[in-house]
């Protein structure tokens, strides 16, 4: 959560492209944002309660635009509620120096009380500011402003990107990091730092995936590393494939719509490279995924986060039945803390679209250490849970920048159910002519797919987002495959329109959930052919006893005639249908919240990469 930005030129001004920067990390938090700028021996900040637009407005003085030095934030609130006031860059109010930081300073209480002991004044009710003040503790005994970071990066605990500048016979700008990201650059005659490369591909996209314990100190044209314990240590350069087009919106209206509709794109990215035709089977890039270390194991433990875990307990679904390998699913917030008991030779599979969720890591970083081999499903390629896997399978679907998780879901699903034949045929589980017929089923997909993003769909869902746009909660239900689907498509209508919604096994409803039922309340059911499609029929006709109005999404004929309305999905094999499936229910979210107002690409309180507890 929140982003942050740098960059040192060497002439030219920087204002305006930490503007940009700080518009491309805006997902990450936006209920405030700042900068500090220094082109003398000045540092001047501005910061604003509320949206970029505000800060914008409060530069167009164009007083500082000629800056050739900068640090911005924009802020997902954790201490101190959104205002001018708490709004990040902060100082130690010598008007020398300026920090912005990405985390939370676990024991801020302790050294604020200690600060103010020595007759430091306090003006936020942030933690970030206690940093400012010990690294203005440090400057004004003369270390030099790398020396002065280190110095006060070791006396705080918790978790920390920062980028911290400073001004006295020359300006000095230092980054550093203690678990979520940060990437810094060089270019001729600049440099950059950002909390993602989004930030800097305007820039360039070689860029440099500083590691937790790094600090790294910019200057036009250079970038040096060092450890917080002073030592040197150097970094690869990866170059960045996504360019800047992809983080745009392409003409759509939100990045959620254009995310929604290059998704037929990110199947075949995401699959076709990978498949054996011939061989039944499937092969991912670089070690870790060939048949004796698949053959070794005895069990695989999904941990994830929101809309990942849901595609975590789809490949559940068809890792247990196309491999026959037993998988334990488990929200990475409460594997870390519950004390896990773990087989020998199991892996932990980390999924994750950001690869920097602060909850995924550390599951994934315990499991290692309990002895599981860590491999991961991500779609960002300098990612933590990249670096920190022994195995990746990237899912290459592009920046993803609504907040709501769409493409980075079906790409997961897809690795999923990929992972799930690669082990079924290195287990041999999974004869090859099977192994065909799956992954025939997965090239027909894309044209399915591109079939049920047409007007037609679009029209028929708005027409049942209009019908609900009162209505005061929802119920989504489904089975087998299908259930975690229900799961995601409540999710996604909670996260944008800020309605109650409810996923739920269709079979358990009876069980309890059923009470709640009134005449009129809309259930959206999921159903396909397969396993447990009469048993969903079933669940219908019983929330329709009860007066339910029921929507059905699948390819289900016999569920779309019983249903008060229905979004008909192209068939296809029970273990795909979750691509189609969930389609229906991304847009059904997409109207609900666009007739209700919502900001789609920004709901509240919400932050694209969560990289806090
Ligand atoms: O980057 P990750 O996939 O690790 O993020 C996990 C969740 O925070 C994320 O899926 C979240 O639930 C989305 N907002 C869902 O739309």
Known sequence: MCGIVGAVARQGAVLQDLVEGLRKLEYRGYDSCGVAVADGAEIAIRRKVGRLTELEALLADGALASARAGIGHTRWATHGKPSDENAHPHSDGSGRMALVHNGIIENYLELRRELQAEGRKFSSETDTEVLSHLVGRELARGLSLADAGRAALSRVHGYYAIAVMAVGKTFELVAARQGPPLVVAATADAAWCASDVLALLPHTRDVIYIEDGDVAELSPGKVV?????GSPV??????????????????????????????????????????????????FEGDGWDDAGLKRLERLQVVACGTALHAGYITKYLVESLARLPVDVDFASEFRYRGPVLVANTAVLAISQSGETADTLAAMRLARELGCRPVSICNVKGSTVVRESEAVILTHAGPEIGVASTKAFVAQVIAGFMLAVRLGRARGVLAVDDGRRL??????????LEGLLTEKTLSAVRRIAEKHVKAKGFFFLGRGVNFPVALEGALKLKEISYVHAEGYAAGEMKHGPIALIEPGMPIVVINSPGKVAEKVRSNIEQVKARGGHVIAIGADRESLALADD???VPDTIEWLSPVLNVVPLQLFAYHHALLRGCDIDKPRNLAKSVTVE
């Open 225 to 229: 590393l060092s450890r917080v314990d």
């Open 234 to 283: 150097s970094r690869p350069v990866r170059h960045i494939d996504w360019d800047e087009e992809a983080a745009s919106k392409r003409g759509f209206p939100h990045f959620m719509l254009k995310e929604i509709f290059e998704q037929p794109d990110v199947l075949a990215r995401t699959a076709f490279d990978r498949i054996l035709q011939l061989e039944g089977d499937v092969a």
């Open 439 to 448: 992954l025939d089923e997965l090239r027909c997909l894309r044209p399915r």
């Open 566 to 568: 229905a979004i008909e």
